[in-house]
């Protein structure tokens, strides 16, 4: 077995991990969409999906099949190409983000040391999966839903890394290893309090989940960028809000809770415990808010979270200099 | 990483082709995007990654969202009518003399050029970046910044509400 070299093996092994985190990122993504209808009939007091299998457990099977099986339309109005291309963009540019991520010390695709960099590239992409699909669709509450996702996505970006920043200065790396690894001690939720808030609403804001999700409003746009898509096109815009959903908390998780750390449980344990708290709380935001007026979250975006933003990494540098003067 | 070099360059040039011969406005500045993202990965190659990702951050994820914003604003459609006036020799025969130039120059360039250079360079890391660009080239980075703010306050002075250009246009309506 001469060609079974360690370097062969070491191949195989990352192979191995990046599959089994891309698609424990897509199953999640879809089993959360069940997930998340049954707990807002909790807190809403209503039953939400209970009649396919035991509790409804088969819910996200039969909605698969439903998906699958739809007639996959593309509107005669629309432009073909860019309308087949924005779903995928969607969908794509939120699975690659989970490269950076390291689940426990053992687990994690790639170690990039412009880590964060890669999340905030990934996320710039994402804004042209709305903005191509609403204007391809050539419909008006489309192209609304598209123009507003782009203002907003593009308000909230500046300050989500602006955001981050304070955790950079912090851990000295923008590589997410080292970020966690930082965090031995104190989670950074503790000096970086301020950069915590602002990214959590500007995650759910590029994720474009409620109340953030004035691009597609139901009330005003019919459903937005997405009302001419149907079947497994839907479907990915659909499980990519999940999965961007599922980006987010793990990121959260990685960048400000300590990653995997925490006493007595294994690792692995940690990040998901982690994780699915930080799910619930975005499933719990989308059952208890109401949807602001447009403006308010332009505005919300601009006068408040970018000088938080600012002020934050100005003390948290400040604060640097101030402890480790010689670095 | 030589490999990944020429292809994401040539994907560089043939998206750029497909910038200047589109019709459609939107398709042209999605092909734009693709060609940013394949310099991006030109950066990447060449062992300098920070700049990459920069690249997509500001160019590929901001710059271009607003260039997408404006084409659809407008709602151009292809259009092939207004672009004939511009195939006339007498429109692009400076333009293309002076680029035929620049095109000699570089040639002449590569040419002379040392053949050994490769394409593995040291790696040059987000600290290195802050490193050389907040140590000798400080006063740059300053400069920059005090255009940038000037450009802010001046864009935010002719956009608002109360401002006299627009309210002689509009007959004193605030």
Redesign the interface.
């Known amino acids: 077995m001469s060609w079974w070299t360690p370097q062969l093996a070491a191949i195989l092994w990352a192979m191995f991990q990046a599959l089994v985190i891309l698609l424990g990122a897509v199953l999640l993504g879809a089993v959360l969409t069940v997930v998340e209808r049954r707990l807002l009939g909790l807190w809403q007091d209503r039953y939400g999906p209970n009649r396919v299998g035991p509790f409804g457990s088969l819910q996200l099977i039969a909605d698969m099949i439903k998906i699958f099986f739809k007639e996959d339309w593309i509107p005669p109005f629309a432009?073909r190409?860019?309308f087949v291309?924005a779903p995928v963009i969607a969908f794509a540019s939120l699975l690659l983000s989970f490269i950076i991520i390291p689940i426990t010390p053992g687990w994690g695709v790639s170690d990039?040391?412009?880590g964060l960099?890669?999340f905030?590239?990934m996320?710039?992409?994402n804004?042209?999966a709305v903005?191509?699909g609403g204007?391809a669709s050539g419909n008006k509450y489309a192209?609304l839903g598209?123009?507003r996702a782009?203002?907003q996505?593009?308000s909230y970006?500046v300050f989500m890394?602006l955001s981050l920043m304070g955790v950079v200065a912090l851990a000295g790396s923008?590589n997410l290893r080292d970020i966690v690894a930082a965090q031995q001690d104190l989670w950074f939720i503790i000096p970086q309090f301020f950069g915590f808030a602002t990214f959590l609403i500007a995650g759910i804001a590029v994720t474009h989940r409620h109340p953030f999700d004035q691009p597609e409003a139901e009330q005003e746009l019919a459903d937005g960028y997405h009302v001419e898509y149907s079947s497994m096109k839907f479907g990915m815009f659909f499980i990519g809000e999940y999965v961007g959903m599922l980006l987010v908390s793990s990121l959260i998780v990685t960048l400000f809770f300590g990653g995997w750390h925490g006493p007595w449980l294994p690792p692995i344990l940690w990040f998901a415990i982690k994780t699915g708290f930080f799910l619930m709380l975005f499933i719990l935001l989308r059952a208890a808010l109401p949807r602001p007026r447009y403006d308010r979250v332009m505005s919300f975006g601009w006068k408040i979270c970018l000088p938080l933003t600012l002020i934050n990494l100005l003390v948290t540098g400040a604060v640097i200099l101030l402890v480790t003067p010689n670095a | 990483m030589e490999l990944a070099f020429y292809l994401s360059g040539l994907v560089a040039v043939l998206a750029t082709l497909g910038v200047i011969t589109g019709t459609?406005p939107?398709?042209s500045v999605?092909y734009l995007?693709v060609s940013l993202?394949a310099v991006?990965l030109v950066f990447f190659a060449l062992g300098a990654?920070?700049a990459g990702?920069?690249e997509?951050?500001v160019y590929?994820?901001?710059i271009m969202?607003?260039f997408?914003?404006v084409v659809?604003?407008l709602n151009l459609r292809s259009d092939t009518r207004t672009d004939q006036p511009w195939l006339h020799p007498r429109q692009w025969l400076g333009p293309a003399t002076l680029a035929l130039v620049l095109l000699v120059a570089i040639m002449v360039l590569l040419a002379r050029g040392s053949p050994g250079t490769l394409i593995d360079g040291e790696l040059l890391?987000?600290r290195s970046v802050a490193l050389t660009l907040f140590g000798p080239w400080l006063m740059v980075v300053e400069l920059s910044a005090i255009l940038l703010l000037a450009a802010l306050v001046t864009a935010s002075h002719v956009g608002r509400r109360n401002n006299p250009l627009h309210k002689r246009k509009r007959g004193g309506n605030p």
């Open positions: 432009d190409s860019l291309l990039l040391h412009i960099l890669f905030l590239a996320a710039g992409i804004v042209y903005l191509l204007w192209l598209a123009l782009s203002a996505t593009l970006e890394g923008f | 459609s939107v398709h999605v995007i993202i991006a990654p920070f990702a920069l997509i951050i590929a994820g901001a969202v607003l997408v914003f659809m604003m890391t987000a």
